[in-house]
């Protein structure tokens, strides 16, 4: 009986063989796994990507933060400077002001020290005047000057 039934299966193997459908059953089997070969592939590679796309997501979302960050920081800024305007304006004013008075008194000592260098060197013609004075007058009194009298008799010795 098994020979009888290992006959049967042969021969329904050599049918399904000469029909072809066991070629298609093949076939399809084959291209099955092909198919789930593939799918494995892209799974392997989608996984692989997967830390890639997460990091590359991660740095977009850094920068747009840095981004937005730096918009608020020129907002801010510009409204400081937009607050402060009056005040540096006032500044402005007052230290040119300042400026002012301070070249005024620096104008107002070059004259004074030009004219107490006036006086000075007026002051100092006048000792250097009397002094050559005094002096000639010293020089008169310590070599009186001979009577011209008194020289015609002492060559006449």
Known sequence: MNKLLDFGR???????????YEERRIRSFRLELEQRMKQAQERKAAL????????????????????????????????????FKPIDKEAEVIMKMQLDGEEKTLKEMMKTMQQQALLEKAEAEKIANANQVGAKQSEDQAYPPKPLNKLKRDNSL
């Not at 042969?10 to 072809?20: D, H, P």
């Not at 890639?52 to 907002?75: D, F, G, P, S, T």
């Open 10 to 20: 042969k021969a329904l193997f050599y049918v399904r063989v000469l029909s072809g």
């Open 48 to 83: 692989r990507k997967v830390p890639e796309q997460a990091i590359l997501a991660e740095v977009r979302r850094m920068v747009e933060e840095m981004q937005n960050l730096n918009k608020k920081l020129e907002e801010t800024e510009a409204a400081i400077e937009e607050y």
